[in-house]
C-alpha cells in the first residue's frame, strides 16, 4: 500500500499539534528574504493542502503535488471551502512536469526523505532547476540522522475518539534508513446493527471469549496498515547534488531559526537557487 492511502482521511486529525500557520510565517519569511514575495509557487508532497492553503493566503498563486490521490481528495476539499484558486497535481516528485516555470518550488514535513536513493534525488532537485523561473527559488525541509537516531526502535501510540494509531519505528544507521509501521484504527462510518448479546446472559457466553466493548456499544473499527520509509542524507550530500542539478546552494538553517545547523540538528531548512537560464529568454544556456 501506498504511504498515506488509508491514512489521509484522519491525516489532518492525528497532525493538529503541528502548528502550519508559524510553520508558514517562517517559509514565508525565507522566501521574501530570497527575494520571493509573490508570483507562482509550487509545493512538492503537498499532502492534504494545509500549507499550500496558507501559502495561498499569504498572496502566493498556488500549485499542489502530491503522488497520494487520497491527500489529494482532501485537498481539494479544502479548496472548495476556502474558494482559493489552487491546481493541484497528481504526480510521483521524481518525474512530475509543470506547464512553464515558477517563481519558487517549496516542499516541507520532510517530504523530500521519502525519496530514497541519491540517483532519485538529483532526478528531483534537477527538475527543480529546470521548472524554476530564471534565479527562482527552492525551499524545503529533511530530517536529518540526529533525529532519526533519537527516536530509534521506539513505539508511539494515541488514542482518540474518532481514531487510533500505533507507531513502530525502526532506524538503520548503517543505511540511515527509518522504517516505521503504521497501524492504524479507524471507525465505521456505519454503526452496527446488531450488537451483542448481554454478557450476563447465562449459557450464552464463553467466560474465556474476548469481548469488544466498542461493538458491545455498536461502534467498529478497521484496521489499516501502512509502512514508511524516509533516508537521511548528510547535509554535504544534499549540497553536492543541488550543484550536480545546476542549482546555486545558498544555505542552510536550524528548522525553524536564522542560525545554521550543526551535527545535532533534527530537522533542517535548505535554500538553493536556479542556474543556467538565460533571463531574457527563459531558456537553458
Not at 526523505?113 to 532526478?123: R, V
Not at 524554476?132 to 521506539?154: E, H
Amino acid at each position: 500500500m501506498s504511504a498515506y492511502e488509508s491514512f489521509a482521511s484522519v491525516y489532518d486529525m492525528f497532525m493538529d499539534n503541528i502548528d502550519y500557520e508559524s510553520w508558514c510565517r517562517y517559509l514565508t519569511g525565507l522566501l521574501r528574504k530570497h527575494g520571493i514575495s509573490d508570483g507562482l509557487v509550487c509545493e512538492l508532497g503537498c499532502g492534504t493542502g494545509s500549507m499550500t492553503e496558507l501559502l495561498a493566503e499569504a498572496g502566493y498563486d498556488m500549485i499542489g503535488i502530491d503522488q497520494s490521490v487520497e491527500m489529494l481528495e482532501v485537498a481539494q476539499d479544502k479548496k472548495y471551502q476556502s474558494g482559493h484558486d489552487i491546481l493541484y497535481l497528481q504526480q510521483d516528485m521524481r518525474a512530475f512536469e509543470l506547464y512553464g516555470t515558477v517563481r519558487a518550488i517549496v516542499s516541507v514535513c520532510d517530504s523530500m526523505n521519502y525519496i530514497l536513493t541519491e540517483e532519485d534525488l538529483l532526478k528531483v532537485f534537477r527538475l527543480v532547476n529546470n521548472y524554476l523561473d530564471p534565479g527562482g527559488l527552492f525551499v524545503f525541509d529533511m530530517n536529518m540522522a540526529a533525529k532519526y537516531c533519537r527516536i530509534g526502535d521506539s513505539t508511539i501510540a494515541e488514542n482518540r475518539e474518532n481514531g487510533s494509531f500505533i507507531w513502530e519505528n525502526h532506524y538503520d544507521p548503517k543505511q540511515c534508513l527509518n522504517e516505521y509501521l503504521l497501524t492504524l484504527f479507524i471507525p465505521e462510518e456505519e454503526e452496527k446493527e446488531e450488537t451483542a448479546p448481554d454478557i450476563g446472559q447465562t449459557g450464552e457466553n464463553d467466560p474465556d471469549e474476548e469481548i469488544d466493548l466498542d461493538a458491545e456499544q455498536g461502534r467498529l473499527f478497521r484496521r489499516y496498515e501502512e509502512v514508511h520509509v524516509q533516508k537521511a542524507y548528510p547535509l554535504e550530500t544534499i549540497v553536492r547534488l543541488l550543484r550536480e542539478a545546476g542549482m546555486i546552494y545558498e544555505g542552510a538553517y536550524e528548522a525553524f531559526t536564522d542560525q545554521a545547523p550543526d551535527a545535532q540538528s533534527g530537522r533542517i531548512c535548505i535554500v538553493a537557487r536556479e542556474h543556467g537560464k538565460s533571463i531574457q529568454t527563459g531558456a537553458q544556456c
